[in-house]
Structure formats: C-alpha cells, structure tokens
DNA sequence: TTAACCGGGCTCTGCCATTAAA
DNA sequence: TTTAATGGCAGAGCCCGGTTAA
C-alpha cells in the first residue's frame, strides 16, 4: 500500500462537522446542543475564533461529553488532546460504530487512548484494512480494540505497519502465528520495524553464540513460541539468556535446546522476577533436601516453573507434599503444578477419601481435565461399591 | 481401554520516559 | 517549549483434549 499522501489525508479528515450528519445513535444526542467547535481552524485564518493556547477546547470537552468519554481519565492521560482544535471523535465513533463497536465500547476507548480522535479516517480505513488481513472479522478487530487501544491508535505510520507485517512472514511464520501474535500481543505490529528487526537479530546472534546452526530457525522457534518476546527490549532478553546460563551452569548446545524449546517461554520474564524466583525455588527445594541436579532437572524439563511466583509456588509444593506426594514425584511430573493451588487441594482430598494410593498409581492423575478426573473418581467410587 | 505425553488455547495492558519534530 | 511517536517496564498461570504408547 502506498504512503498516503498529504493531500487525500487531508481530505479523509471527516473533521466533526462532516461526520456529524451520518452518524446514528450517537449524533442523535447531539442534536439539541450546538455544534462543537472542534473542527474551527478558521478557515479565514481568523485566530480570534481558536481557543487561547493551553485552554482546553470547550466545544470538544462537550464533544467528547455526548460520546459518554471519561474526561478526567482524558485529562490526566493526554491532557494536549483537549487543547486541540481539529479533532476527529465523531468520525472515530462513526468508523468504530460501522464496525460493530458499542457507544460503551467506543467511549472506553477514547477514554483510554484519546489521541484516538487524532486520527483521519482515511488512516483508520488504512490501517482496518491491514489489521483484517490478519483477522477473518471486524468484530476480532473491536474485540482488541476494547482490550488494548493503544495497540491500535498509537502509531500513525500505515507504511510501517504493513513493512511489519511483511517482515515478519519473511521469518517464516505463519498465518496462525500472525493471527496468534496480533490477538495477544497487538503492541509488536505498532513497533517500528527497526525495532522488530533488531529483537530477531538479537535471537539470531544469541544462536550463533551458542554454536546454533541455523539462526533463522531458531529466531522463528523462539518467535512462535513465545509471542510477547518482540515487545520485550533486547536487554531484557539477552540480560535472561546470560542469567539462566550462569545460574543452571549450562553448556552452550543444552542452552540452546532450552531456548528454542520450553525454555523460550520464559525469556520475556523481567530479569529481576526470574532471578527472584530462581533463587527461591532453589531455597525452597534445598529445604526440602533436593540437590542441584533435581533442581536443574526440573527447571529444564519444565522451564515455566520458573514462571510461578515463590508464594503460589510454595504454597503448591506445600499442598503436594502434605497430601502424601514426594518431590521425587513432582520432579518426574511437574506439569501438575501448573493447575491452581485450590485445583490441586480439592482434587487429592477427593482422591483421598477413595483411598487413592499416590505411591502406588503415580500423580498423574492429577494432571487431567476437569472432565477426565470426574470420569476417574466415578469409576474409582464405583470399584468401591 | 487407559494412561501418559504433549501441544495448544486463553492471555498482556497501562503507564512513564525519552526522543525527535514542530 | 510543547507534543506526538516510540521504547521500555511491571505484573505474574491455568486448563483442555488429541494423539500415542502400553
């Protein structure tokens, strides 16, 4: 897609005034005020009609009054767009509403990203249009949208979002990736593409270091499997790679198949809340007479130990051991700590009221759906009749 | 048939600081 | 000097079910 040039943007501004008179619900309530004086850049040039500089825009506090926004929230987060004298809310209300955005929905957004209303709507059109070529409707779109404006509204620059786009099927991801990537992580497409480029060529370098083979590889691996990974800063996750080295010992072709496995789960973590909870899992284990081999045994089968936080990591060993199950066990089968403490609690009080012996059958029970343990306790109450 | 393995779905924004342009 | 754009940070898991192996 082309830059849009200067002119047709200026002429894709459905300024207020123009886009007063096709809008539905929500121009209705406007009809019985006067009309905002958002779009009163005198075309005359006449100054006198402006707002004075650092007053805020009486006409489009109105404005944003009618849409149900949050002006304090508007005040305090850019309080420079309420002194603007050219604004867009009713044609961003028009646009969004068009695709299915409730008037709540719409106020949210404009209350949680007002330079929202900066916006052209040529440049929404635009930037629509490449958000759709990832997602099958619009209300996926709205539903982000309502989640995390910003992602949206923030960059002005359609050339770069599409060079975004562009860059990263270079890497080889998927569709689904991208899908996946833009639902969850709606901030790496509004990064410049400098930026993007230089988290992958920090994957890559981490590669090469580690004697990888194929660092394009290794980026795409690392990319699709932890999708927050691009709106990380390259600190953070060189800063991670260094410290989980030094920490588990680890030689170079072991860290790298941590990396591009499970262990890429993990690489966004600040550096300072896996460290914290590094060093706690240690300590805890080492009370409880574990040695460093069982210590890095687990972290390495199951690297997203290191994601719990120390007090619901504890307080999930704690429930474990009590309920008769040892830290041989748990080593052996650590993706049972990835449900819930009171998950955890319910389901061996249930097992222990059928007499269920952990040593003898394993804790792999524990590790099931929701549906597959009801099946097993019914069939466990029934051998007991 | 059952247990175990394993991958995947859901999810993650809102704020502050810095920089560059106007 | 002000403002828009952009970079960076803190925060902190749970669950399901398809496939494969026994």
């Given at each position: 897609m082309a830059m849009v040039p200067r002119l047709r943007t200026l002429l894709g501004l459905h300024w207020?005034?123009?886009?007063?008179?096709s809008f539905g619900p929500i121009t209705e309530r406007l009809t019985s005020v006067r009309l905002p004086r958002t779009l009163c850049s005198d075309p005359t040039g006449n100054?006198?009609?402006k707002p004075p500089v650092n007053t805020e825009n009486e006409?489009?506090?109105?404005?944003l009054n009618l849409l149900g926004v949050d002006v304090k929230m508007v005040r305090k987060r850019q309080p420079g767009v309420l002194r603007k004298t050219s604004t867009n809310e009713n044609g961003l209300a028009q646009f969004l509403q068009n695709k299915g955005a409730s008037c709540r929905v719409i106020a949210s957004i404009i209350s949680r990203y007002p330079r929202a209303i900066m916006r052209s709507i040529e440049h929404l059109d635009q930037r629509w249009d490449l958000w759709r070529n990832i997602f099958k409707t619009d209300s996926e779109i709205v539903t982000i949208l309502e989640r995390s404006p910003e992602s949206f509204f923030r960059s002005c620059d359609n050339g770069n979002l599409e060079k975004n786009i562009a860059f990263l099927i270079s890497l080889g991801l998927s569709t689904k990736d991208l899908h996946r990537m833009l639902t969850t992580a709606p901030r790496t497409f509004s990064n410049s593409l400098e930026l993007n480029k230089q988290m992958v060529k920090c994957l890559e370098d981490i590669c090469v270091e580690l004697g990888g083979k194929?660092?394009?590889q290794f980026a795409k691996a690392v990319i699709s499997q932890n999708v927050y990974i691009l709106i990380r800063s390259t600190k953070r996750v060189r800063t991670n790679v260094v410290n989980l080295r030094t920490s588990l010992k680890m030689g170079d072709s072991e860290l790298l198949a941590l990396l591009q496995g499970p262990g890429a789960e993990i690489l966004d973590l600040s550096n300072e809340y896996l460290k914290k909870n590094f060093n706690g899992l240690q300590q805890k284990m080492a009370s409880l007479g574990c040695h460093?081999?069982?210590i890095k045994k687990l972290i390495i089968s199951y690297p997203m130990v290191l994601y719990i936080g120390l007090t619901t990591l504890s307080s999930k060993l704690d429930c474990l051991l009590k309920g008769g199950i040892t830290m041989q066990q748990i080593v052996d089968k650590p993706k049972v700590l990835e449900y819930s403490t009171a998950n955890i609690t319910g389901r061996i009080e249930e097992?222990?009221?059928?007499?269920?012996?952990f040593?003898?059958?394993g804790i792999s029970i524990l590790d099931s759906s929701k549906k597959r343990f009801a099946a097993k306790i019914e069939k466990l109450a029934a051998l007991q009749d």
């Open positions: 207020s005034l123009a886009s007063q008179h100054d006198k009609l006409s489009l506090l109105e404005s194929n660092p394009e460093k081999d069982v097992l222990q009221r059928l007499g269920y012996d040593q003898k059958n």
